[in-house]
């Protein structure tokens, strides 16, 4: 959901600009110059709410992003501040809430998939198809190579323990449920997740 | 968190130990100071460092890292002996009057059952008495020397003010202050919140360190009241959310287990998850965990869970241990035992303890996959970048992939918060050049899988090949359909008590009383039923109205359980249903239901006269200062030693460290003695940064540029260290060359009548981000966690330090 909030913004700057410039006897041209004038860039930019990534407060956030996502155009986030109606945060923002546009645009930011050999020293960059292929690979041969049907009692227990996964602590529920489902129905058992650290 | 954000402003007294929550959690804590402000609520603060929270405390007290039990125990034994408890609350409220059997007791630091060669109990006593039908038996006299309230007050005896001070360090004048102030909230009217991080999880006897608190909190009547709880401040955005829905070795969403290796038939696995009542008339909520377990199955498996294959129970794997938890993963991985790691946004080569192990163990692998918006240590671990990660990668074969994911602003869905709301956001643009959503990747992992187990047949595919994927875009499914799963749907039409149709196949349901045992419904996670239905997404709501201001907002996104706010609010009113507080009622009995601000905890129409308990999950509907067998270390807390420690236990030198802690050989040789390393170590986070993301940032590599320890005046004078001078800082695993910085905030203590130091590690650095490189805390910390979830001891061990030349003289 988005919400162009600051839209009246733009009208009722733009009204107000044109008819002060006219009452100090402008003109016709004083519109002219202030319809050439810039809008600020917030009103031009699109809303979204979300929640601050890092702790659990779970700070409300407004984002704001240019463009109007009209295909082929690809917005660019320019703003992040605090939500002012949540009820937690009241539009408050800690020292890292308030820098967190720098890490949605950090230099640190991955962009694309990249593999590093066994015995090299470098990464590489890689097709999706590429990466997900081999992954999937590796995981079915390991699986297939070590998956334990039975225990020594003879006992049915299904598991695989050669390969592991940790899950991400800031994933959304959505992505937590699809990951749950996805390792177990592999037989994971060494799997695990931020909670404790 | 028991209660909400805001609801601490509803305090009387907060209690902030076990955690720094003004530096941590600023914007929750502002909380506190409208409870200071407006409700003239008192703050102490107990912490080893004068923190900033401190800092905007009525009182501080100092105390020794993995001291808290004995803290605490004293504060109950101090309660006790000064009449100090809401007598009412504990007699209806916690089972305090309830008989243990007669094979428990506790000698010597170990309680009845021990077995000193596996490290663990045999729990068979740690039981109630049961009459003929099976009820706990039950003495409302107390006069019974086997009630709970009488083996309590004899098992915290011991800790006595003195005693308390010796073990801690904390002066007692300043304890017994804490103890009264506390006292207070005894009031029926009156209310403390505990609030609490991983100041108190990070300890081999964390689960233990916050049990004490609930007693405490049980004790004074604190649970379920406005301004009261036990309030666990999480530290990452979704954490809440990824433990609700099951993301850890032994869970199935929704606080389900999976089954053991004994456990060989659907029969055997529900014979221990029957929680059939301990006493007349309680509710015992979890006797419907076969409905939720059914339902489950359903989700994951569709047409192919049916009753003639015990809803495709062979099809779930079995555990042979407790928990293949992370310290587990890496010590298999050491020793050559697991080939293949998934880090999805988890860097552990920074958040685990023992770096050197951590990066052994990675060394080992065949492949590592790591999924993540950021370039992360653990994804270079194979780089050498010297002192601070010396690989060799020519001896690696480690094949790693390194995969660009979104950030939390190029995606739509719910994080669950502390105070257990699920919130909705809004995606705000396109993840950078490839990147893609872990969703897409987990996806795109599972259908190349699944078409090669289909193509090559292979090692029981049927879980793969079974497994439901039911969703408009197969690549990608959409975080509305994922919510829908969770939240739950009705597979046939179900009737209602007069036969009449109350869901029609297809529908979302509206709650989990809904949810059936055979078949005819499914849900993915059964706490979050009720957050999806048929009249929308109920997570995305935004309503900031606040009944009688008093920080409910019933109908801003969703909370589990039932969009309930507080948990256990029954307890908010006394056994007739008038509420302990008339000012801050949360529900209240009026004749004919329970009616109040909140959803109540409780059946909406169970008579006050019934006698159900308000803690409708626990089998006998009370409390627990006896926890019975569901702690693997004692029904009572005890006070045990860091694995680490300047001192031997005061109490049972014999019995040091917790005895069922989960400790591999390596890792016992790994820990340090306080002859070679007399300074106790502790970690923590600074405001201005997140664990090992926010370097990634400019603006707070900025604001904390470089790693650093801090250090008390008296031992840098002693050990001529200066500050903003270079230091090594050493334990048993490791050691890290740094700044200093020379403080008054960190002072002495007086333990076992010797002065003890401590230094604070903060853990923010790493080879990676914009900040300059450091060496990142865990090089430093132990490999043990606690023994009930294995939360590694990262707040308590063993450091020496000494001034050092800086970088260069490092080779």
């Known amino acids: 959901m988005t919400l162009t909030r600051r839209g009246f913004i733009k009208l009722s700057g733009a009204t107000l600009a044109s008819s002060s410039l006219s009452a100090m006897g402008f003109g016709g041209c004083g519109v002219a110059l202030a319809q050439s004038v810039r809008l600020y860039k917030l009103a031009a930019a699109k809303e979204t709410r979300n929640t601050c990534t890092y702790c659990s407060v779970a700070c409300g956030i407004l984002i704001y992003t240019t463009g109007d996502d009209a295909k082929n155009s690809h917005g660019n986030i320019m703003h992040i501040e605090g939500d002012p109606d949540h009820p937690v945060n009241r539009g408050t923002l800690c020292p890292k809430g308030s820098a967190l546009l720098d890490v949605v645009h950090s230099p640190g930011r991955l962009q694309v998939p990249k593999y590093r050999a066994p015995g090299t020293d470098e990464f590489k960059e890689v097709s999706w198809d590429f990466a997900l292929d081999r992954i999937a690979r590796l995981m079915k041969d390991d699986r297939d190579a070590h998956f334990i049907a039975k225990n020594e009692q003879g006992g049915t227990v299904n598991r695989w323990l050669t390969t592991g996964m940790l899950a991400a602590s800031a994933s959304s529920n959505e992505t937590a449920l699809l990951t749950w489902k996805v390792a177990r129905a592999f037989g994971m058992l060494v799997f695990d997740n931020q909670a404790r650290v | 968190m028991t209660n909400t954000w805001q609801d601490i402003k509803n305090a009387n007294v907060v209690l902030v130990m076990g955690g720094n929550a003004a530096e941590a959690h600023p914007c929750g804590f502002k909380w506190v100071i409208e409870a200071k402000i407006h409700n003239g609520a008192k703050l102490i603060v107990v912490d080893p460092r004068f923190t900033r929270t401190a800092s905007v405390a009525d009182f501080y007290a100092p105390i020794r890292p993995g001291t808290d039990i004995a803290f605490l125990s004293g504060v109950i034994r101090y309660l006790l002996e000064k009449d100090q408890v809401q007598h009412e609350y504990v007699r209806a409220y916690t089972n305090a009057s309830l008989i243990v059997k007669e094979g428990f007791s506790f000698k010597d630091g170990l309680f009845s059952g021990y077995n000193a060669e596996t490290h663990s109990y045999d729990k068979t006593d740690w039981q109630y008495e049961l009459d003929e039908q099976g009820f706990a038996k039950i003495d409302d006299t107390w006069e019974n020397p086997r009630c709970v309230i009488n083996l309590m007050r004899q098992h915290v005896d011991r800790y006595t003010p003195e005693m308390v001070s010796r073990i801690c360090g904390t002066p007692i004048d300043k304890y017994l202050t804490i103890c009264n102030l506390i006292a207070g909230t005894s009031l029926p009217d009156k209310a403390m919140t505990s609030l609490f991080a991983l100041g108190w999880t990070q300890h081999s006897v964390g689960s233990q360190n916050i049990r004490t608190m609930a007693m405490v909190q049980l004790l004074l009547g604190n649970i379920g009241v406005s301004g009261g709880g036990m309030n666990a401040l999480r530290g990452h955005s979704n954490i809440q959310g990824l433990t609700d829905v099951g993301l850890l070795s032994n869970q199935i969403p929704g606080y389900l287990t999976l089954p053991k290796d004994q456990e060989q038939t659907f029969d055997d696995y529900m014979k221990t998850r029957q929680f059939k009542p301990l006493r007349p008339n309680q509710m015992s909520y979890w006797q419907n965990y076969r409905k939720f377990f059914v339902s489950f199955q359903k989700t994951m498996f569709g047409d192919a869970a049916t009753a003639e294959n015990n809803w495709a129970y062979d099809l779930l794997p079995k555990l042979n241990v407790p928990m293949y938890d992370i310290i587990k993963a890496f010590e298999m991985m050491v020793h050559g035992e697991i080939n293949g790691y998934i880090c999805q946004g988890f860097n552990p080569l920074q958040a685990f303890p023992e770096k050197n192990k951590i990066r052994r163990g990675l060394s080992k692998l065949k492949y590592l996959v790591v999924m993540d918006p950021l370039d992360t240590e653990t994804s270079r671990f194979w780089e050498n970048v010297g002192p601070l990660n010396p690989s060799d990668p020519a001896k690696i074969e480690t094949e790693v992939f390194q995969l660009p994911t979104t950030c939390f602003a190029e995606e739509d869905g719910t994080l669950v918060n502390s105070a257990r709301w699920l919130q909705w956001h809004w995606k705000a643009a396109e993840p950078p050049a490839k990147a893609k959503s872990d969703i897409w990747i987990m996806a795109g992992i599972f259908h190349r899988m699944r078409e090669l187990y289909r193509k090559e047949g292979g090692a029981f595919p049927d879980p793969i090949l079974k497994l439901t994927w039911n969703y408009t875009d197969p690549v990608e499914p959409s975080a509305d359909e994922l919510a829908k799963e969770m939240n739950g749907r009705a597979r046939a039409d179900l009737k209602d008590a007069s036969g009449a149709i109350a869901v029609k196949a297809g529908q979302q349901l509206d709650s989990f009383a809904q949810l059936r045992d055979d078949g005819t419904t499914e849900s993915g996670c059964w706490i979050f039923t009720g957050s999806y239905t048929e009249k929308g997404n109920m997570m995305a709501r935004r309503d900031t109205h606040d009944p009688r201001d008093q920080g409910i907002t019933p109908d801003w996104a969703w909370s589990w359980p039932a969009n309930r706010r507080i948990l256990y609010n029954r307890a908010s009113a006394d056994v007739a249903g008038n509420p302990w507080n008339p000012a801050k009622p949360i529900i209240q009995w009026d004749g004919s239901r329970w009616v109040g601000i909140d959803v109540p905890d409780y059946g909406p129409t169970i008579k006050p006269s019934d006698g159900v308990g308000p803690f409708i999950m626990n089998a006998e509907g009370t409390g627990r200062f ?181 970088p260069e003289g490092e080779v």
């Not at chain 2, 007399?678 to 470089?706: M, S």
Request: proline letters at 8%; a neutral charge; aromatic letters at 10%.
């Open chain 2, 626 to 806: 006896f926890a019975l067998d569901q702690m693997v270390d004692g029904p009572f807390p005890e006070h045990y030693e860091p694995m680490e420690s300047p001192v031997e236990n005061l109490l049972h030198p014999k019995v040091q460290n917790n005895p069922a802690a989960r400790v591999f050989a390596d890792d016992r040789a790994d820990f340090g003695t306080p002859e070679q390393f007399p300074y106790v170590g502790t970690t923590y986070r600074l405001t201005e940064h997140f664990h090992f993301w926010t370097k990634h940032a400019l603006i707070n590599a900025i604001l904390q540029p470089q790693e650093f320890i801090e250090i008390g005046e008296v031992l840098a004078n002693e050990k001529g260290i200066a500050n903003n001078g270079w230091v090594r800082v050493s334990s048993k695993r490791g050691h890290m060359i740094c700044k200093a910085y020379v403080t008054k905030r960190i002072k002495p203590m007086t333990v076992a009548g010797k002065p003890t130091h401590v230094i604070g590690v903060p853990l923010h650095w790493g080879f990676t981000g914009l900040a300059k490189k450091g060496y990142g805390a865990n090089i430093l910390t132990p490999s043990v966690g606690d023994a009930n979830t294995q939360t590694p001891e990262f707040k308590a061990f063993l450091v020496n330090i000494e001034p050092s030349n800086g």
